[in-house]
């Protein structure tokens, strides 16, 4: 959780690969990956360049594009810091200690979709990144409150961003 550095599970990289046999086949022909620079997302992205045949050059890992830094909570379960995890997604101001605040991680994520990721948006892009982050390119995108997007849960699906009126749609 958040910036813990953890690899990709075994159910994770099964999922990758039926995540990648979706890509391959379902949106335009790939061209480029943005992805958080964290270990599982590296290797998700890992599998789906091998599979659309995306060339390393336009592969783009970026810390901006990581969970939100839960501080002394990284790591730790969610039913663990349930507390503390509500506190903040009431109050998206409120920094976690030694971290960030989910409105600082909304920043970081927005300036990288903006300046980055939309700079390539006549090419098909594939982003893969966490929760968060999901949540913080909805509202950036639809004008939706962030504070209203944590009342939903956000799945491991695969969704594709229609750049032209800017929303997602599940593909798996």
Do not use: W
């Not at 690969?17 to 949106?27: G, Y």
């Not at 509500?86 to 200690?97: G, T, V």
């Not at 989910?102 to 006549?122: D, G, L, P, S, T």
């Amino acid at each position: 959780m958040g910036h813990l550095d953890s690899e990709l599970t075994i159910n994770g990289c099964q999922q990758s690969i039926s995540m990648a046999a979706l890509l391959k086949n379902a949106l335009p022909t790939p061209k480029i990956i943005y992805s958080s620079d964290l270990a599982r997302a590296q290797k998700t992205a890992s599998i789906i360049r091998d599979a659309c045949n995306i060339e390393d050059k336009d592969y783009h890992a970026t810390a901006a594009l990581r969970e939100t830094d839960f501080g002394d909570y990284s790591g730790k379960l969610k039913r663990h810091i349930h507390n503390h995890l509500s506190r903040i997604k009431e109050d998206l101001f409120m920094e976690s200690p030694n971290g960030e605040s989910i409105n600082e991680m909304q920043r970081r994520v927005i300036e990288c979709f903006k300046n980055e990721i939309m700079q390539c948006a006549h090419d098909s892009i594939i982003v893969i990144t966490h929760s968060g982050p999901i949540r913080a390119i909805l509202s950036h995108c639809n004008d939706i409150s962030l504070k209203q997007l944590y009342a939903h849960a956000i799945g491991h699906d695969i969704n594709k961003l229609n750049h032209s009126n800017i929303q997602l749609n599940s593909i798996s």
